[in-house]
């Protein structure tokens, strides 16, 4: 069975800071990792994917990831937040080769200015 | 903007009424999903059509019932809803990789339903 913690139900930083979003995850088999943001009303967005490739992963808007397996970890994070960057973000997971997506419960951040 | 179109954008109903919620992508995609998404939740999943059959059904309440017409389209019917079912209802799609990993899923913006 799969499944996701995202250690941090909320996150708080100041506009120029860094971001570092947590998620953890559990899979029996090579897991393949995505990153998601949802702006109030409106659907998911991809950030980043992780599929075997490079561990260290560039997505859009300045945010990467990297895979690490032995910590089971693929923790989101972005030099510098923006005002923008305020939203919900989910870590998934799957690791069949169907259409099994595990939604981690969600981060919300808020960028204070 | 996203590629995978859904309309309409707000519905309110009531329990005795007939609605239906429309999604299209022209990605390519044959695999298309519905999610349910309650407020600050993650989505849930509902259904998941494959080369346009029915290969996943969460449980879901025959008053929800979704259709595939063809690999561009997905609905979902709405029939005597109870207000519980308001909810963000989100549409998916994503490729089929055969033999290979996992195509990430592509999200509507999603139709806001209100159950009155």
């Known amino acids: 069975a799969q499944s996701v913690t995202q250690l941090d139900s909320h996150v708080s930083v100041s506009e120029g800071t860094p971001v570092l979003l947590r998620c953890n995850y559990s899979s029996s088999y090579s897991p393949s990792l995505f990153w998601y943001v949802q702006h109030p009303n409106k659907g998911l967005q991809l950030l980043l994917k992780?599929?075997?490739?490079?561990?260290l992963v560039k997505g859009i808007n300045g945010f990467e990831a990297e895979f690490k397996k032995s910590e089971t970890s693929f923790h989101l994070t972005k030099p510098s937040a923006h005002m923008s960057d305020a939203a919900e973000y989910f870590c998934v997971v799957t690791t069949s080769y169907g259409q099994n997506f595990v939604f981690g419960p969600g981060t919300r951040l808020s960028v204070l200015p | 903007d996203t590629e995978v179109t859904q309309t309409p954008k707000h519905l309110v109903m009531g329990m005795t009424n007939k609605k239906s919620l429309k999604c299209e992508q022209h990605?390519?995609?044959?695999?298309m999903y519905w999610y349910k998404q309650k407020a600050k939740k993650p989505p849930e999943l509902m259904f998941v059509y494959s080369y346009e059959k029915l290969s996943i059904n969460e449980s879901v309440p025959s008053r929800f019932s979704p259709e595939c017409p063809n690999s561009s389209l997905l609905n979902l019917h709405l029939h005597a809803l109870q207000p519980e079912d308001s909810a963000l209802y989100l549409c998916?799609?994503?490729?089929?990789?055969?033999?290979?990993?996992?195509?990430?899923?592509?999200f509507g913006n999603g139709t806001r339903l209100t159950v009155t």
């Open positions: 990605m390519g995609h044959r695999a």
């Open positions: 998916a799609s994503s490729q089929v990789l055969q033999g290979a990993r996992n195509s990430p899923l592509h």
């Open positions: 992780y599929t075997s490739a490079a561990t």
